[in-house]
């Protein structure tokens, strides 16, 4: 019985290393897919605002073209 018991206590801790491995591994693609949307995000955002800056660019010649400003 105490052989039994040993074996089991050694699957037991080899299993829960495993556990301790995956949580690192998990943290690093995590952090990873964290990376990948802030990029995403900053490509994003710098289109958005070269898109407004030509809305506004045109609004503006618009407006002054309409009052006559040069």
Do not use: C, W
């Amino acid at each position: 019985m105490n052989r039994l018991t040993r074996i089991v206590h050694y699957v037991a801790a080899f299993f829960t290393g495993l556990g301790d491995q995956e949580r690192g591994a998990t943290a690093t693609e995590y952090s990873i897919l964290t990376g990948f949307i802030a990029m995403v995000i900053v490509a994003g955002v710098g289109l958005f605002g070269t898109s407004l800056n030509l809305f506004f660019g045109f609004l503006t010649t618009g407006v002054k073209t309409a009052l006559g400003i040069p």
